[in-house]
């Protein structure tokens, strides 16, 4: 049996005379958080679209726990998990009805349901402001609230699509110390960011440039190759060499 959550061979999508997602090639390990960066217009929205199967690629291949992109889109959406930064919860339920709405969406029974409820609620620390609006609630909050929900059906890989982007220092350390919890427990996590310094914490780190991948490796591996201390300096200097806007 495989021990890879995700693998593509050539993966490309193509608009029209624009090649988007350009050949790219990943193996990303069960349990491994994945960093895959890429400034605005490098292609990396457009390959996280395939890869949820949201999006028929152009070409190539990939798998999603063990799902092809191609045939079996549907089965991969059923056993992920997706959080985005710009649309996850509805603000105008609270955190109890967007437990309950989106558990609803995700299979779970009524039994599950209201075990996951209790749960989630009680480890967030929810239980003052779990009858008022997702709207009135800190944005902190709102992430920590629909980083827990994406995954609330234990799926084996869940994506991250800058889930920390407008929240303060503290909080995305929080954050990031429940992604290394969830990690830990076996799921795969797949996450986009523009915080460098976040880079630093995940075990692989891709950067895209132009629909290519221009470098991956582990943080510190990519340190020793582009002879730097920064992984943020690593990802200017690939920028840099960007020739197309954003897309």
Known sequence: MSDLAIQTD?????????????????????????GFLGANGAGKTTAMKMLTGLLSPSSGD???????????SELIKKNIGYMSQKFSLY??????ENIRFYGGIYGLDSKQLSHKRKELIESLELGEVKKKLVG????GWKQKLAF????IHEPNIVFLDEPTGGVDPIT?????????QVAESGVTVFVTTHYMDEAEYCDTVSIMVDGKI??????DNLKKTFETNSIEDIFIRLARAAKRGDR
Request: aromatic letters at 12%.
């Open 10 to 34: 050539g993966l490309t999508k193509v608009f029209g005379n624009f090649t988007a997602v350009d050949n790219i090639s990943i193996n990303v390990k069960k349990g491994e958080i994945f």
């Open 62 to 72: 990939a798998k999603v726990s063990g799902y092809d992109v191609y045939s079996e």
């Open 91 to 96: 603000d105008d339920l609270t955190p109890e």
């Open 136 to 139: 009135s609630l800190p944005l």
């Open 148 to 151: 827990a929900i994406s995954i």
């Open 172 to 180: 995305r350390r929080q954050f990031w110390e429940r992604i290394y």
């Open 214 to 219: 221009e470098a991956m490796d582990s943080p």
